[in-house]
């Protein structure tokens, strides 16, 4: 396909959404195997170990995010700042740097699934902290490719025009940069280790992505209803304030875990869970702004999953986050399936929903049309039904996960008080089973609610709007 009436930034943009969508394939693929290797213990063993399975599905989930949200920062930048982009060729590099490394680390995740643990391997091979198992060489280029990224928004909008929005984006890709430098270097201290861990796991991703994120919404709605820049560009403002009290201090739920005080894990529990207010209220307002001025919405897909990703935050990073961070409740819920309920209905809500609205943001202007209304020949009927097979299929792994939790949370750590008695009992109890059971038939539903998604993606708007 000639992209030639594209801009330089939106034409990069496309190839980090191409990516992203073919990460994201890998992360269900693989999520899947491990799904079922909960259930069949010695499916591929020795061939493709669940360790192995379960790092490349995780770690696919990051990269084709960031992927993503990489990809939406250069389609709205030349648009935002009304100049062309500053370092165009820089940006390319770093798009083929970052994707050449993605392809050697998942290649040695899958070549080399065991072994020593040195010097060498923590360089070359894997990193071994659970979720960024990156070799050190990976994480500089990681780290190289945020610099460039970086330089070609503030470049661009220095030579350009500023706006609310272009302000927070761009001290925010200063923390996306820095942020993960926490996790690069080396203590023999296992709680100072888990300290700057989290610094990258949970910080990295609840405060510069959550930001990320609320530049992204703030566009997108100005894009699909025409809505008035200082309505989102105050919630916008409101989601920063937040972010420094409640993202920084949010991890506090985590410090007690690593031998912190005590307090922490109540001030922590406390303020995770107000991210996602100003993102909901954002939403909310835009929308009737929009209904009192009479304005219609020129992009129906991107406007359905901007409104589930609101929901989708609020629910999967607001109350499933706060349910389980509780003090009283995470004593007992901490590192279940509890965890892991919260965290797929988290990033699929708070962050995919969002680049899967950008991306079909895009659609139309890659086909060379102005928006995607309801008149589509077929009815629309595939982006409507991959909305609601992937989140149906999202919030079905949830509960399963959740009942699978709360059967570990009860038997493994009420009563067998976290024993390896209570593990092993919990572990084969027919209520954890049963939720690992249906979280696969849920996981199913996802995969194909992500078919459907590539085939509208791959078809809607190359036939005339009726």
């Not at 960031?66 to 250069?74: A, D, I, K, N």
């Not at 680390?105 to 894997?126: E, H, Y």
């Not at 009192?292 to 990703?309: D, E, F, S, T, Y």
């Amino acid at each position: 396909m000639k992209l030639n009436h594209l801009n330089g930034g939106q034409q990069l943009a496309v190839k980090y959404y191409t990516v992203a969508i073919i990460l994201f394939v890998a992360q269900i693929i693989f999520g899947l195997l491990s799904g079922m290797q909960y259930l069949v213990p010695d499916l591929l063993l020795g061939v493709l170990d669940f360790n192995v399975t379960r790092t490349i599905h995780i770690n696919a989930m990051i990269v084709w995010m960031l992927y993503g949200f990489m990809g939406s920062v250069y389609w709205l930048l030349e648009e935002e700042s009304k100049t062309e982009i500053v370092g165009l060729k820089l940006g390319n590099i770093g798009f083929w740097l970052l994707t050449t490394a993605v392809t050697i680390v998942v290649l040695v995740f899958l070549l080399i699934q065991s072994g020593p643990g040195d010097d060498f391997t923590r360089w070359f091979i894997n990193e071994g902290r659970e979720y960024i198992e990156a070799p050190r060489w990976a994480d500089i280029g990681i780290v190289i490719c945020m610099l460039i990224f970086f330089y070609n928004a503030a470049a661009t909008f220095m030579k350009g025009t500023w706006s609310g929005i272009s302000g927070v984006l761009v001290l925010d890709l200063v923390a996306l940069a820095g942020i993960y430098i926490a996790g690069m270097f080396y203590t023999p201290n296992i709680s100072i280790d888990q300290y700057w861990w989290w610094w990258v796991i949970h910080l990295w991703v609840e405060a510069t992505w959550e930001v990320l994120v609320g530049c992204l919404m703030a566009w997108g709605l100005m894009k699909t209803l025409k809505v008035d820049r200082k309505i989102v560009t105050t919630w916008l403002y409101i989601e920063v304030a937040l972010m420094f009290g409640s993202g920084i201090l949010g991890l506090g739920h985590h410090y007690f875990w690593i031998g912190t005080p005590e307090y922490w894990l109540t001030i922590g529990g406390f303020f995770s869970a107000l991210e996602p207010i100003p993102l909901v209220a954002m939403v909310v307002h835009a929308v009737y702004d929009a209904g009192a001025r009479q304005m219609k919405g020129n992009n129906n897909p991107a406007l359905a999953w901007l409104i589930a990703h609101a929901f989708g935050n609020f629910f999967g990073a607001g109350v499933w986050g706060f349910m389980h961070t509780l003090p009283q409740i995470n004593l007992y819920t901490h590192g279940t399936q509890w965890s892991a309920s919260h965290g797929h209905l988290a990033f699929f809500g708070a962050y995919a929903t969002i680049i899967i609205a950008m991306i079909y943001i895009a659609v139309p202007y890659i086909r060379g049309q102005e928006g995607i209304g309801s008149n589509l020949p077929d009815g629309g009927w595939k982006w409507k039904w991959s909305l609601g097979l992937l989140n149906l299929g999202v919030v079905g792994m949830t509960i399963a996960l959740l009942i699978s939790g709360y059967e570990q949370s009860f038997i493994e750590r009420a009563v067998g008080g976290s024993t390896w008695y209570g593990y092993f009992a919990a572990q084969i109890h027919p209520w954890f089973v049963q939720g690992m059971e249906w979280r696969m038939i849920f996981g199913l539903v996802t995969a194909v609610g992500l078919v459907l998604l590539i085939w509208d993606l791959l078809t809607i708007g190359k036939q005339k709007q009726a």
